[in-house]
């Protein structure tokens, strides 16, 4: 099968930046004959297979002159064409100089050091002054990439959560990195202090979580409900029976969930100022809580290099740190 080149049309959007609409097409072969139409979209277009369908359901894919249906199974012969629309300008945020810590970055996709401060995309509350405004000044091109509203953005960090984070510039890595954080084939880790004494030094937490039926800004454990989320951890170092510093892995990627999971075993995340009401914050000095993104690895959704980037414990975080093994130095002495 031979895919015609994609067509560019500019639009305008905040900023004045242009951001493009994508069309291609092409005529499935005796290979796709009886495969899903979403999976041979997202292949070719080089997007996620949700986006996929995303589309279809939008009717920007047809089959021959008519929009197909989500469930279609491909045929040989059958010609397949698709629009990516640009995204709509009240969508797309301002550009703004915000300072940023980047890691590493060339045509594909960029990584950030996120301070702890910074929001990752504009929202109730945060119109502006995110990193995703930050980005845009530097890259527009992330403009409209996978889809309106949160351009680039395949995985996030909480606000008050520190690290490592990586935004897609190209549907192509886009698409490939969504599918590999669904797939599970990104190295997500954390440092995290964690209120009183874990009673293992490795284990792990497999507990859904969804919304919280009374507080829907909040997230919570919900086994009927909740979607599957896996955290492994690993104690680096203890502190009395006060604080435990684990290295915390991702699995799965929910929505405030290593916070939620030590917060449901009994162990809160130490100045959490939403699931441990702050707890430990003035004792420690915190104004956040202590979850750091320190590495990140997977496979170059283009080139198929393998990536790995580390971050070192911001300086909030290894002061308190300092001052509990100060504490625990004139304790035994």
């Known amino acids: 099968m031979s895919d015609s080149a994609p067509s560019t049309a500019r639009g305008e959007g905040s900023g004045g930046e242009a951001h493009a609409a994508w069309k291609g097409s092409g005529e499935a072969g005796p290979d796709d004959a009886g495969r899903r139409l979403d999976t041979f979209v997202a292949s070719r277009v080089g997007i996620s297979r949700s986006r996929a369908q995303r589309l279809i359901a939008d009717g920007n894919v047809l089959i021959g002159n008519i929009p197909a249906r989500k469930n279609h199974i491909l045929s040989t012969g059958e010609h397949v064409s698709w629009e990516l629309p640009p995204a709509e300008p009240e969508s797309i945020a301002a550009q703004e100089e915000i300072p940023l810590d ?15 401060n910074l929001v990752m995309y504009p929202g109730p509350g945060h119109a502006s002054n995110t990193l995703l405004n930050a980005l845009l000044a530097r890259y527009p091109d992330i403009s409209g990439v996978g889809g309106n509203g949160r351009p680039g953005v395949f995985h996030r960090l909480d606000r008050g959560t520190s690290g490592l984070v990586a935004v897609a510039r190209t549907e192509e890595a886009y698409g490939a990195m969504a599918d590999k954080i669904k797939e599970r084939d990104v190295d997500r880790d954390y440092i995290a202090l964690v209120v009183g004494a874990l009673p293992a030094e490795i284990g792990t937490i497999d507990a859904p979580v969804g919304r919280s039926h009374s507080n829907r800004k909040r997230m919570a454990v919900d086994r009927i409900a909740g979607k599957r989320a896996v955290s492994r951890f690993r104690v680096k170092e203890r502190f009395g029976r006060e604080f435990t510093l684990v290295e ?11 916070r939620v999971h030590f917060t449901h075993i009994g162990h809160p995340v130490a100045g959490d100022p939403e699931y441990s009401r702050g707890k430990s914050s003035g004792k420690l000095g915190l104004e956040r809580q202590f979850l750091h993104a320190y590495r ?12 790995e980037f580390t971050s070192e414990l911001p300086a909030d975080l290894e002061v308190v740190l300092e001052q509990l093994r100060e504490a625990d130095r004139a304790s035994s002495a």
Do not use: C, M, N
């Open 248 to 258: 915390v892995s991702l699995e799965t990627g929910r929505t405030h969930q290593i």
């Open 296 to 307: 990140l690895a997977f496979e170059h959704p283009v080139t198929g290099d393998q990536l």
């Open 102 to 116: 980047l890691v590493y970055a060339d045509d594909h996709l960029v990584v950030i050091d996120k301070q702890a």
